[in-house]
């Protein structure tokens, strides 16, 4: 069984930094995609932020030239770093792996399992 489970969310003020991490744990043999998702209240789940295991990495508009997104493929932890933030970034940011084997399971397509969520509150 794989387990998601994030850190570092909290309040910040306009303009401040804030440094998500994720951790996945369980007998993950290996992890495709990593990404970080977002829910505002009365707001669909949009991505974030994404980053494969070669590095490539894909970001919303929204926030290009804001975040990074990093990750560590030995300790299966991905990091989004979150600069200049605005109060519209406000909401349950949320962790993505998109595994492609674990416990002795292979999935050709990906088995996605997701974190609790971590809320993020920009406010001054």
């Known amino acids: 069984q794989v387990q998601l489970v994030e850190s570092g969310g909290g309040l910040v003020q306009p303009g401040g930094s804030l440094r998500l991490s994720c951790a996945a744990s369980?007998?993950?043999?290996?992890?495709?995609?990593m990404g970080w998702y977002r829910q505002a209240p009365g707001e669909e789940r949009e991505l974030v932020a994404a980053?494969?295991?070669?590095?490539?990495?894909n970001y919303a508009d929204s926030v290009k030239g804001r975040f990074t997104i990093s990750r560590d493929n030995v300790k299966n932890t991905v990091y989004l770093q979150m600069n200049s933030l605005k109060p519209e970034d406000t909401a349950v940011y949320y962790c993505?792996?998109?595994?492609?084997?674990?416990?002795?399971?292979?999935?050709?397509?990906?088995?996605?399992?997701w974190g609790k969520g971590t809320l993020v509150t920009v406010s001054s």
């Open positions: 993505n792996a998109n595994v492609v084997a674990e416990g002795g399971r292979y999935y050709p397509s990906g088995m996605d399992y």
């Open positions: 369980g007998s993950i043999f290996s992890i495709n995609s």
């Open positions: 980053i494969t295991s070669g590095g490539k990495t």
